[in-house]
């Protein structure tokens, strides 16, 4: 019996057997999931008109995608920010979690793609304003077959007041000037009046005695992190660190590295991250500290 094999098919078997990268043959979804954006997650607004949703995606394991649903109660503007965490510590130049959104006709109207300036990054924002009332989806989706992430998804709605058209309505909210009292043309201050006499009061005031200083604050003590992602970037190579030992991390506070001498400033501080750009550093200088950074004041 003559066996016919397909090209993918053979070279698939040809990397399993010779232990190449076991890469996913399938499309990153289940195979009876249809139209997956109808059963999209309603994410509710609280009182400060705010909502979060957290999560995570893998390509591998047929979670692809995730959406979700926003619906604007008036006229306003929507901001949507995304934090994106990698696993591991191993750094993918490739490595991208895109982000569309979509208007109540399904029509993109905001996104960050691989053919986007903010591709790669791993926070992202999207400000949309004047958008009109309705059902709006916001869609998450990894673009490398062996890619995976965690995520946390704000979003924050702004209405527009009721007269806020963009266009002047002059002078139709101008009230009318109310009657003004008739004044003389002639003054007609009395000849033999006199304005009365303020009496000047003297205030006794006390010395100023000068209050003791302070005590100085004892010194915060050093704080580690590890870096769990490395970028190379114009300045140099930007690192981002993990806060899990070090809750205490915020923007402003310098890291120092293993083998290079100058520190640096972190910032884009969240919850779960910090990002700092090491100047004039390749990623095999930072990668030398370890994967641990000092983090002080």
Not at 220 to 247: D, K, N, Y
Request: a neutral charge; glycine letters at 6%.
């Amino acid at each position: 019996m003559r066996w016919i094999v397909s090209l993918p098919v053979a070279l698939t078997a040809m990397l399993v057997a010779c232990g190449g990268p076991q890469i996913p043959a399938h499309n990153g979804y289940k195979p009876k999931e249809a139209q997956p954006w109808k059963k999209a997650k309603a994410l509710k607004f609280d009182e400060r008109n705010e909502a979060k949703a957290e999560g995570d995606v893998s390509y591998p394991d047929m979670r692809r995608a995730r959406w979700f649903q926003l619906t604007l109660p008036s006229n306003g503007q929507l901001t949507i920010a995304l934090e994106i965490t990698p696993p591991g510590d191993a750094v993918n130049d490739d490595f991208d979690l895109a982000l569309e959104v979509l208007d109540p006709s399904y029509r993109v109207i905001s996104k960050s793609a691989l053919d986007d300036e903010d591709a790669h990054e791993l926070n992202k924002k999207k400000t949309l304003v004047d958008l009109p009332p309705g059902k709006y989806l916001v869609h998450l989706f990894l673009q490398g077959r062996n890619d995976a992430a965690d995520f946390v998804l704000r979003a924050a709605f702004k209405p527009t007041a009721a007269n806020d058209t963009g266009r002047s309505n002059f002078p139709a909210v101008v009230p009318f000037v109310p009657a003004l009292p008739v004044v003389p043309l002639q003054d007609d201050t009395p000849r033999n009046f006199k304005p009365p006499q303020t009496a000047t009061v003297a205030v006794a005031r006390k010395p100023h005695t000068a209050k003791p200083a302070a005590p100085a604050a004892p010194a915060a003590a050093p704080l580690s992190a590890r870096i769990i992602a490395i970028q190379v970037v114009p300045e140099g190579t930007r690192i981002t660190i993990g806060r899990g030992t070090a809750f205490d991390a915020h923007d402003g506070m310098q890291v120092h590295l293993a083998g290079i001498p100058d520190t640096f400033p972190i910032g884009n501080c969240t919850e779960r991250t910090c990002t700092a750009v090491i100047r004039h550093a390749t990623p095999d200088q930072v990668k030398g500290a370890n994967g641990v950074v000092t983090l002080t004041p």
